[in-house]
């Protein structure tokens, strides 16, 4: 199970704190809002530049080396697939107040012979969030632009392909509004319509 934010606070010296919620945005100035909106107020989410891509780099090759995944993860693999994409719709990093990269979401077209096998002109979604700061609604948050870059483009679906046995990826994309439509080999596929 991972923590909660309502359990524990990281401060920037990477140490955790329990601490009560309400004492904690009254530290802050957060007294008069909800969990969620604390959440929100502390990640800021915009387009992702090639200047972001040493940092998209570092979080998906984390990600990548707990998968024991030998997939490419340096910064001229994220500024290709994703940043600078042809077939971007949109790439957006999330950040913290200080500017620190917390995560990053790409949505991209699949065209006509795409190697995940889907209708040209879906769309292909991935979610990669820093392990620091996972559970802190950022995924969430990430997903706000995509979505309305998805509706601007006319998408009839979007795919996520996630390993079968990547219960808090499957958890994540279930809890935004994906369901599962099919599965391959070692990856169940959700989408969303
Ligand atoms: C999966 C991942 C994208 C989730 O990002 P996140 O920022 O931690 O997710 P959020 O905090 O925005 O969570 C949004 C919702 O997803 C669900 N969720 C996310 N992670 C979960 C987990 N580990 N267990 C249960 N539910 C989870 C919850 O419903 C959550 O809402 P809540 O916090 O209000 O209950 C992130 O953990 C990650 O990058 N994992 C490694 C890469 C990956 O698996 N990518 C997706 C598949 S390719």
């Given at each position: 199970m991972r923590a909660r934010p309502t359990d524990a606070v990281q401060f920037t010296n990477g140490s955790y704190h329990c601490i009560a919620l309400h004492n904690l945005?009254?530290?802050?100035?957060?007294?008069?809002?909800g969990v969620e909106d604390f959440r929100m107020a502390n990640v800021r989410v915009r387009a992702a530049t090639p200047a972001d891509a040493s940092a998209m780099s570092e979080i998906l090759r984390d990600i990548l080396a707990l998968w024991r995944s030998d997939r490419p993860s340096n910064v001229s693999?994220?500024?290709?697939?994703?940043?600078?994409?042809?077939?971007?719709?949109?790439?957006?990093?999330?950040?913290?107040?200080?500017?620190?990269?917390?995560?990053?979401q790409s949505l991209k077209r699949a065209k006509e012979g795409n190697a995940y096998g889907l209708p040209a002109g879906w769309g292909i979604i991935g979610t990669y969030v820093d392990a620091k700061a996972a559970g802190r609604g950022?995924?969430?948050?990430?997903?706000?632009?995509?979505?309305?870059?998805?509706?601007?483009?006319?998408l009839k679906e979007i795919d996520a392909t996630i390993g079968q046995n990547n219960q808090s990826g499957m958890a994540f994309y279930e809890a935004i509004g994906f369901r599962t439509y099919r599965s391959k080999p070692g990856a169940i596929c959700k989408n969303m319509s």
């Amino acid at each position: 199970m991972r923590a909660r934010p309502t359990d524990a606070v990281q401060f920037t010296n990477g140490s955790y704190h329990c601490i009560a919620l309400h004492n904690l945005f009254q530290l802050v100035g957060y007294a008069d809002v909800g969990v969620e909106d604390f959440r929100m107020a502390n990640v800021r989410v915009r387009a992702a530049t090639p200047a972001d891509a040493s940092a998209m780099s570092e979080i998906l090759r984390d990600i990548l080396a707990l998968w024991r995944s030998d997939r490419p993860s340096n910064v001229s693999y994220v500024i290709a697939h994703c940043v600078e994409h042809p077939e971007r719709l949109r790439c957006s990093v999330a950040v913290d107040r200080s500017g620190v990269v917390l995560g990053f979401q790409s949505l991209k077209r699949a065209k006509e012979g795409n190697a995940y096998g889907l209708p040209a002109g879906w769309g292909i979604i991935g979610t990669y969030v820093d392990a620091k700061a996972a559970g802190r609604g950022v995924g969430k948050a990430l997903f706000s632009p995509s979505l309305e870059a998805a509706h601007k483009a006319d998408l009839k679906e979007i795919d996520a392909t996630i390993g079968q046995n990547n219960q808090s990826g499957m958890a994540f994309y279930e809890a935004i509004g994906f369901r599962t439509y099919r599965s391959k080999p070692g990856a169940i596929c959700k989408n969303m319509s």
